[in-house]
């Protein structure tokens, strides 16, 4: 495994300081305009899924910048992932979309939005045992043979799979140290790592090593567990308290243990360009090939002078790290994979399917506080049982009600409707996780929770299921018309 990642690594371009960006929030053209201004030049940008239309558009737009790619909806931690339409479809899409920007790599989240047919709006990290990580290994490598098979079709470099690991939401779940479960997943597979240090902030906290460490000691010992050797990109993103406040959230607060989650359109605390000085000093990263900040949904003014801090103060010290890493580049790897993916499986069916019920439990867990699940393989990693309740009580019922869109603006007239029938919103989160369902089709929360919301309202307010689905449909048509502007400007070009 080790000889093939440094051979796919050493294929990659060392890229420098960047950005890791969305086309629309903010503008991309529009943010690259801004930097330019302040004398600024990201060494590149990652960007987020999009439409692949909005990838060719963009790279157009660009032809000088290099662009990588950040995937969305490849839900690699889970048994089923092969078959599903995530690895099918999903991987279909994230492999053109690669080719659009011309990506060396293509990183996503260790997590998933979608388990046992239960479907959240933001990342649930997997379970922390060895089962998962083996699990993910082998995910990892039938993407990577998907992603090398489409490249040889293409005729292009095959880029490489990373992940990144995931932020804690308030809680973790499993018997497996996470920098071990990342050394298990890399034994298995010849994938690269993402590194996020705020995410690591969150693993500090969230698994109760505030009580007995500093952060700097955390971080130490964390990272000589970490197979750092694998990190390919470092990323740095806000943190802010749950709801953030409107003037930008709480970054800069000087309490001692706030209660900060991942936050891309957060300020990026002071603490985290310490702690990403003390993981560029580790002396076995040795593969970096970037480090980017993560700024989708952060205004433009704070982006470049937080941008201008960040380079200042790291441009030198991340170009050293590259230097002394994999020196030189080796001619691109000859992949030997056909058309027909044949990924060796490492689990058992009933491994499999031990897995499958435990991601049952972990949901039930999560959304339910299921007595049952306490222990073993779903005990906490560490943090304190009020947190998760803090996540089942408090961020869950925001994210279905709120995040992604009001259920009241996107369903103005039902939810009048609903109120004078007495049947309380409250009642949809209860509603959304109370059986699970097949995944039909691309993961869009947006589009979910509009189908779900009509269903949820049939069976609680019949009388109000017309009105319900009048709204809908004019929600998805509007979306639709919203969601390609790229597209059809792309017609005209
Ligand atoms: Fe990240």
């Given at each position: 495994m080790e000889s093939e990642f440094i051979q796919r690594a050493k294929a990659l371009p060392a890229l420098g300081a960047g950005l890791s960006v969305d086309v629309y929030s903010p503008d991309v053209l529009q943010l690259v305009q801004a930097l330019g201004e302040a004398q600024w030049r990201p060494g590149y940008l990652e960007v987020f899924k999009a439409t692949t239309s909005a990838m060719r558009w963009l790279r157009r737009q660009l032809p000088d910048l290099p662009l990588t790619y950040h995937g969305e909806g490849l839900w690699t931690?889970?048994?089923?992932?092969?078959?599903?339409?995530?690895?099918?479809?999903?991987?279909?899409?994230?492999?053109?979309?690669?080719?659009?920007?011309?990506?060396?790599?293509?990183?996503?989240?260790?997590?998933?939005?979608?388990?046992?047919?239960?479907?959240?709006?933001?990342?649930?990290?997997?379970?922390?045992?060895?089962?998962?990580?083996?699990?993910?290994?082998?995910?990892?490598?039938?993407?990577?043979?998907?992603?090398?098979?489409?490249?040889?079709?293409?005729?292009?470099?095959?880029?490489?799979?990373?992940?990144?690991?995931?932020?804690?939401?308030?809680?973790?779940?499993?018997?497996?140290?996470?920098?071990?479960?990342?050394?298990?997943?890399?034994?298995?597979?010849?994938?690269?790592?993402?590194?996020?240090?705020?995410?690591?902030?969150?693993?500090?906290?969230?698994?109760?090593?505030?009580?007995?460490?500093?952060?700097?000691?955390?971080?130490?010992?964390?990272?000589?567990?970490?197979?750092?050797?694998?990190?390919?990109?470092?990323?740095?993103?806000?943190?802010?308290?749950?709801?953030?406040?409107?003037?930008?959230?709480?970054?800069?607060?000087?309490?001692?243990?706030?209660?900060?989650?991942?936050?891309?359109?957060?300020?990026?605390?002071?603490?985290?360009?310490?702690?990403?000085?003390?993981?560029?000093?580790?002396?076995?990263?040795?593969?970096?090939?970037?480090?980017?900040?993560?700024?989708?949904?952060?205004?433009?003014?704070?982006?470049?002078?937080?941008?201008?801090?960040?380079?200042?103060?790291?441009?030198?010290?991340?170009?050293?790290v590259q230097r002394i890493g994999h020196a030189g580049s080796l001619p691109s790897l000859q992949i030997e994979t056909g058309y027909e993916i044949d990924v060796p499986q490492i689990l058992t069916a009933d491994e499999r399917s031990a897995l499958q019920h435990q991601y049952r439990s972990y949901v039930h867990r999560v959304t339910a506080c299921d007595p049952r699940s306490i222990d073993g393989e779903l005990s906490l990693l560490g943090g304190s049982p009020e947190d998760l309740s803090r996540y089942r009580t408090t961020y869950l019922p925001h994210e279905l009600l709120h995040w992604g869109g009001e259920l009241q603006d996107m369903f103005p007239k039902t939810c009048g409707l609903l109120g004078d029938a007495g049947v309380s919103l409250e009642q949809f989160v209860s509603a959304w996780f109370s059986r699970p369902r097949p995944e039909q089709d691309d993961y869009d929360f947006f589009l979910l929770k509009i189908d779900r919301f009509v269903e949820f309202v049939e069976q609680w307010c019949p009388a109000a299921g017309r009105c319900a689905s009048e709204e809908a449909r004019e929600l998805r048509d509007a979306y639709r018309a919203a969601n390609e502007p790229i597209g059809s400007v792309e017609e005209r070009v």
């Open positions: 931690t889970q048994p089923d992932f092969p078959q599903s339409h995530s690895g099918r479809q999903g991987v279909a899409e994230a492999c053109a979309q690669l080719a659009a920007l011309r990506s060396a790599w293509l990183n996503h989240e260790c997590a998933t939005k979608q388990m046992a047919g239960y479907a959240f709006g933001t990342y649930l990290p997997p379970l922390y045992t060895e089962l998962s990580a083996t699990m993910t290994a082998e995910n990892v490598t039938f993407l990577q043979a998907r992603v090398d098979a489409q490249a040889r079709q293409d005729a292009i470099d095959p880029a490489l799979v990373l992940l990144e690991m995931p932020p804690l939401t308030y809680f973790g779940c499993g018997s497996l140290a996470i920098p071990r479960f990342f050394r298990r997943v890399t034994e298995r597979s010849a994938c690269g790592l993402v590194l996020d240090i705020g995410h690591l902030w969150t693993v500090y906290r969230y698994t109760g090593a505030w009580r007995r460490r500093t952060v700097e000691s955390f971080v130490a010992e964390f990272l000589d567990e970490f197979p750092m050797e694998r990190v390919i990109e470092i990323h740095v993103a806000g943190l802010a308290e749950f709801p953030m406040r409107a003037d930008g959230g709480t970054a800069d607060d000087v309490r001692e243990r706030p209660y900060w989650i991942d936050a891309h359109g957060a300020p990026i605390p002071a603490l985290l360009f310490e702690m990403l000085a003390q993981v560029l000093a580790h002396p076995r990263l040795r593969s970096l090939k970037g480090v980017a900040l993560e700024v989708d949904t952060k205004p433009i003014a704070t982006i470049v002078e937080e941008y201008g801090r960040f380079v200042t103060r790291f441009d030198r010290t991340i170009t050293e």
